[in-house]
């Protein structure tokens, strides 16, 4: 079964520093992998994803992800945060070969940006 | 474009009561999906509709049930509403023939059940 562990549940850093969103995934077949934001007291908005070809993703609002299939990770990066970018990150992951476009979800990061 | 819309936006119920919550897809798409975010948690998903019918199932029990009408909107209906059922309930639409079928989400219904 597919499973997903985002390692650090808090990630506080200053405005204008880098930050890397840690995942890790569980699966023994070709994975998509996903990473969504959720602003307070919103749904869920689709940054970037991984479906086959080049291992770095880029996405929206200057975030980035690089795909490991030997560490079976999918760590989210930005160079330069803004206050704008405090949110809960989610990764993510489904089967390919599913009839049911099935997410699996892990229990989210808060990235809180200080001044 | 109209992006996916969710009723109602709060909700609160006593428990054993029934509840159904209502969502409308993004134009053009023909599958939805429900999850379940409890607080502090990631979504889990509950099940998926694909042409009025159901097209996966994830670990909840019967007593939740969902239809898709003709139109690709849907509803989630609990019965015998327990304590733990308090959430937020997710809908997102998607058409399911896109590789990675990118998942659009609504804003959610808060439900409180007391």
């Known amino acids: 079964a597919q499973s997903v562990t985002q390692l650090d549940s808090q990630v506080p850093v200053f405005e204008e520093a880098p930050v890397e969103l840690r995942c890790n995934y569980s699966?023994?077949?070709?994975?998509?992998l996903f990473w969504y934001v959720q602003y307070p007291n919103q749904g869920l908005q689709l940054l970037l994803k991984?479906?086959?070809?080049?291992?770095l993703v880029k996405g929206i609002n200057g975030f980035e992800a690089e795909f490991n299939k030997s560490q079976t990770s999918f760590h989210l990066r930005k160079p330069s945060v803004h206050i704008s970018d405090t949110a809960e990150y989610f990764c993510a992951v489904s089967d390919p070969y599913s009839s049911a476009s099935k997410i699996i979800f892990g229990s989210g990061t808060r990235l809180s940006i200080r001044p | 474009e109209t992006g996916v819309t969710q009723s109602p936006t709060h909700l609160i119920k006593t428990r054993g009561q029934q509840v159904t919550l209502r969502c409308s897809s993004q134009s053009g798409h023909n599958t939805v999906s429900w999850y379940q975010q409890a607080l502090g948690q990631g979504p889990q998903f509950i099940f998926q509709y694909y042409r009025e019918e159901e097209n996966g199932r994830g670990n909840f029990p019967p007593r939740f049930s969902g239809l898709q009408f003709p139109n690709y909107s849907s509803e989630l209906n609990v019965n015998a509403l327990e304590l733990d059922d308090s959430a937020l309930y997710l809908c997102?639409?998607?058409?399911?023939?896109?590789?990675?079928?990118?998942?659009?989400f609504g804003p959610g219904t808060r439900l409180t059940v007391l």
């Open positions: 991984y479906l086959s070809g080049s291992t």
């Open positions: 997102a639409s998607s058409i399911l023939s896109d590789p990675g079928n990118e998942q659009f």
């Open positions: 699966s023994s077949v070709s994975v998509y």
